[in-house]
């Protein structure tokens, strides 16, 4: 009797690991050539576009409006965010003085003095985190938000979403001069800003292995920019 409980409870551990290796899902699969969102993207019949009341960060001119997708379900039971109406939700971002969070879809800028709106871009997107440099915009009188997005669907599920690669941009306040700053396949680690040399510096990490995953295997590159060129040229360095 003894042994028969040691067999079931093995199968069920066994059964249990199986099942978590199943739901592991690689960040990059490779056997198909790079494809952008907009083709592989699927359409989700239970999604809403829908935009967020603007925000103003303190000390700018400019409106954000953040644009994003709001699922309704049909029994109104399973809902995103915080803020509901007739039990669905209709909250998409949140807003910390500096920092705006959440999946948008686009950002849309609006300076308070006009009507007029600018999109951030017309390519299909998940923007997750939208920074703005404000002490570095006290130094300097040049205002820049930081963003973490993803812009490509690189485990090929057909959908743009947390699961693939994220990496970094930087824009003007108004939304201008959108730039992606790191490599395709690279993934951003985490990024600060040099105030005294008026640099962003990030670090990023590339499948050198090819195995679909960010492992010890893989490099870690070492980038840098100059918030005050024009460009935005990044620049590697090698600090080991």
């Not at 039990?87 to 006009?114: H, P």
């Not at 007029?116 to 915009?137: C, G, K, P, S, Y």
Request: charged share 25%; proline share 2%.
């Amino acid at each position: 009797m003894q042994t028969l409980s040691k067999y079931l409870l093995a199968l069920a551990v066994l059964s249990l690991v199986s099942c978590k290796k199943e739901q592991t899902t690689p960040k990059v699969k490779y056997e198909d050539s790079k494809s952008k969102i907009e083709s592989t993207a699927k359409a989700d019949s239970s999604s809403i576009k829908i935009a967020d009341l603007p925000i103003l960060m303190e000390g700018t001119k400019y409106l954000i409006h953040p644009i994003g997708d709001v699922r309704v379900y049909e029994d109104y039971k399973s809902v995103y965010g915080s803020s509901k109406t007739n039990q669905v939700s209709y909250a998409i971002s949140n807003y910390n003085r500096f920092e705006l969070t959440g999946y948008f879809t686009n950002l849309k800028f609006q300076n308070i003095d006009s009507t007029e709106v600018r999109t951030l871009t017309t390519d299909r997107i998940q923007i997750q985190t939208v920074t703005f440099l404000n002490t570095f915009a006290e130094k300097t009188r040049k205002q820049i938000l930081v963003y973490s997005f993803v812009d490509n669907d690189t485990n090929k599920d057909g959908n743009v979403n947390q699961n693939d690669i994220k990496s970094l941009a930087l824009s003007g306040i108004d939304g201008s001069n959108f730039k992606k700053l790191t490599e395709d396949y690279s993934e951003i680690m985490d990024w600060n800003i040099i105030e005294a040399q008026n640099r962003l510096y990030f670090r990023c990490i590339e499948d050198i292995n090819k195995n679909g995953a960010f492992d010890k295997d893989d490099k870690v590159h070492y980038h840098f920019v100059n918030l005050l060129d024009k460009d935005w040229k990044v620049e590697e360095y090698m600090p080991i």
